[in-house]
Structures are given as C-alpha cells and as structure tokens.
C-alpha cells in the first residue's frame, strides 16, 4: 500500500492498462470547455523521442453544477482526442482521457483536475517502481517545442538533486490568430510577470522563480513527500512551487520551450485568460505593475537581513510597516532561537519570509506607499537600474527579459 495514495489520493486508479516497464515522463493535462485540445495533443505527439516511455494524462473536468454546454463540450471534446488517439498511435507515447464532468461544486476546478491526473502518474509510476518519475504539468491550450520531452528527460537526469523545475515559457505575440488587442495586452502581461520574478531576483531573494501551471515538472517520490497538488481553483500553480522550491536545488529548465494560449477565458478568478478577459473588457491601451521602488526597499532589507541575528536593524520604513503586521518581532525571536549561526539564521528566515509574505508585501506597499506603475516603465526602470540601459519599445523590452530568463 501506497502511503501518500492511501492518505492523500483523490480517486481511487482509473486507468487500468499496464504501463510501460520504461515509462519515465507522465505529461498531465486539466481540460475544462477546450474547444482545440487536439493542437496539444499534435504538440506532444510531433516531439521528438526521450530515451524512455511518455504517457499523457489528461482530465476532462467540469463542476458537478457547471452549465449543460460546458458538459457539452467535454463530451464533444472526448469523442474527438479517443478518435484522434486512434489515428495517431505509437509504441512509446501512450494518451490517456479522465472524464471527471461531475466534480463537487466545493473544489471543481483547475487545482483538483491537476490532483487526480498527477495522482493517477503517480500510481503509473509506482507500478513499474519509478519512483524518481517525472510528472510534468502541461494546459489543454498550449502547446512545445518539439524537444521538450527530450529536454525534460536530460534536465532531470542531468539535475539528480533537483526535486522539481519551471520550465521556460512565451505566449505567442504577433500572428493572425488573436486580435491586435490581445496580443498587445499579452506582451503587457508577460512582461508583468517577468518584471516581477526579476524584481525578486534584483533583490537577492531565494525564491525568484516563474510560478506557470503549464510549465512545470516535479519527480514522483517529491510530488508524494509533499502531500501532492492542492485543490485551490486558480493559483493552485503558485502554491504547490511554494512547497518545492524551499526544498533546495530547484532548477530552471531553459533549453526548451512551452507556449501558452493568450486566449481570455472565463474559467479561473485570476491568471493569464482572465487578465487578458479584463484587459479587454476595460478597453486598457497600459496595463499597471509594481512600483520599481518596492524591489529598491526589499533589496535593501534582503541585504541587512543577516544583522539582525546580532540586533542590527536597518530595515527601510515600508518593509518595517509591513512587518509590524505579520507579528515579526515575535517571529524574529523564533527564528533567532532556532539558529545555530548567521548564516542557519538567513536560512531559516527566509523559509519564513517566504513568496507569499513577500507578495504580501508588494501589495502592502503599493497601497500605503508606491502606488502601481505603467508595467512598461517600471520594467525600464529595473533595467536601468540592473544594466544601465533603457528600451524603446514593448516588444524589445519583453525580448530582453526573455533573454534574461534564458540565461
């Protein structure tokens, strides 16, 4: 008996063909009203061969009181992937449909998909005791470079000690595809969430990685460790990383590529589809970010972190404000307690000062002291501030900030 199976589990196994005495990657996929699931799939299918089995797990999900046409479309959507499964068949990739149309209304959603679909990798891994399996996390809307299975297999191998990695990503951002509009608000948005995970590393935090549901992979015995995927109905991405990358050792895949849909969608409180939805509903022509100065004061109190094992204080007054709202004197003594030097110190504190007390953070000092700025000045000015150098246009900054990712 499996424990993390037996305890933390969703469902009991749904799949019942034996799976590959090789299999080493299991790509799992929430699919929710997808209208062209196939183009991932094709995606998937025209990689190139790793050195071990694949399988794609994908969970064709919907809300126990979701709308008749939602169920519609899954339905319509499974008729089509078993009928393209049949005509697309090869010896080491294996597609797999979960139809789950009746979900409690509680936790339906993007998260819970996520669960029973890794879930169920799980248990296709432990049949062939896999343990160190991959279980990477793909969307119904985007689609790869044709290595990225390939590269996915090298990494890990290449990364014994890496528990889990994100992987690089770029949204389309000219074609015909989408409407002008959409893809302008896609650049904006793209480049917010660069800025910010750059932001985080101008200030020498340890967490300062990209947070993408569809771009990221995690070993099995790790995935089961950490009691698995949430059930949170958006954001479930952002929260599971927390629980990885404090492990150590978390690393960036750059040597390929995933590209998310910019498309809106209506499916998720917050996220890519929604922004894009409110951009477009808004009629927004600039779409706001944080304020440059909040990764100045969060630098500066990053760098005097370790001073205060010897009670040394010379936090800048926005990050001091904050503090004085999340009971951090209290904290401090706990955690000055519990360290064996000033280096186990810094360790230990920033478990505690953690991604979600610093997006607290963020947001606490856009409201009490830097108020959001126009995301493609705010970018300029982090790179001015990293290189000295300034962009003219959108497209060139939100080129450079890939670059940097890819470095």
Not at 31 to 48: A, G, I, M, P, V
Not at 140 to 146: G, H, K, L
Not at 158 to 174: G, L, M, R, T, Y
Not at 315 to 343: A, C, G, H, M, R
Request: proline share 4%; hydrophobic share 35%; glycine share 4%.
């Amino acid at each position: 008996m499996n424990y993390y199976l037996n305890r933390f589990s969703f469902r009991e196994q749904i799949i019942n063909d034996k799976p590959n005495t090789d299999l080493g990657i299991v790509v799992v996929i929430p699919c929710c009203k997808e209208t062209d699931l196939l183009r991932s799939l094709k995606s998937l299918h025209d990689c190139n061969q790793p050195n071990c089995s694949v399988e794609v797990i994908v969970v064709i999900n919907a809300s126990e009181n979701a709308e008749k046409s939602v169920v519609n479309q899954n339905e319509k959507t499974l008729i089509e992937a078993v009928y393209w499964r049949k005509e697309n068949r090869n010896d080491y990739l294996n597609f797999f449909f979960i139809e789950e149309n009746n979900l409690p209304k509680k936790h339906a959603g993007v998260g819970l998909a996520r669960k029973i679909g890794m879930d169920e990798a799980v248990r296709r891994l432990e049949e062939i005791k896999n343990h160190n399996g991959i279980i990477a996390c793909f969307d119904a809307d985007a689609i790869c470079e044709t290595n990225y299975l390939v590269e996915l297999e090298k990494h890990f191998k290449d990364n014994p000690k890496s528990p889990a990695c994100s992987i690089h990503f770029e949204h389309p951002i000219v074609g015909n595809e989408f409407s002008e509009a959409i893809y302008n608000g896609i650049m904006q948005y793209e480049l917010h969430l660069r800025y910010y995970k750059n932001g985080l590393a101008y200030a020498e935090l340890p967490y300062a990685y990209h947070t993408i549901g569809s771009s990221m992979a995690v070993r099995s015995n790790v995935y089961q460790k950490q009691n698995g995927m949430n059930k949170r109905k958006a954001g479930e991405d952002f929260y599971f990383l927390q629980k990885l990358i404090p492990l150590g050792n978390f690393t960036e895949l750059k040597t390929t590529k995933i590209i998310p849909s910019p498309r809106v969608s209506d499916r998720v409180p917050f996220g890519t589809g929604k922004a894009i939805q409110n951009w477009l509903d808004e009629e927004k022509q600039e779409l706001l970010s944080y304020n440059p100065k909040s990764f100045t004061d969060l630098k500066e109190f990053v760098i005097a972190v370790p001073q205060l094992y010897n009670d040394e204080n010379s936090i800048p007054e926005t990050v001091q404000s904050f503090l004085d709202t999340i009971d951090f004197k209290e904290n401090l003594i706990n955690i000055k307690k519990n360290s064996k030097s000033e280096n186990h110190f810094t360790e230990v504190f920033f478990k505690w000062f953690n991604a979600f007390k610093v997006l607290k953070y963020m947001h606490f000092a856009r409201d009490n002291y830097y108020p959001d700025v126009i995301v493609f000045d705010g970018a300029n000015k982090l790179l001015v501030m990293t290189e000295n150098n300034k962009k003219e246009n959108l497209i060139e900054l939100l080129e450079l900030y890939r670059e940097w990712d890819r470095e």
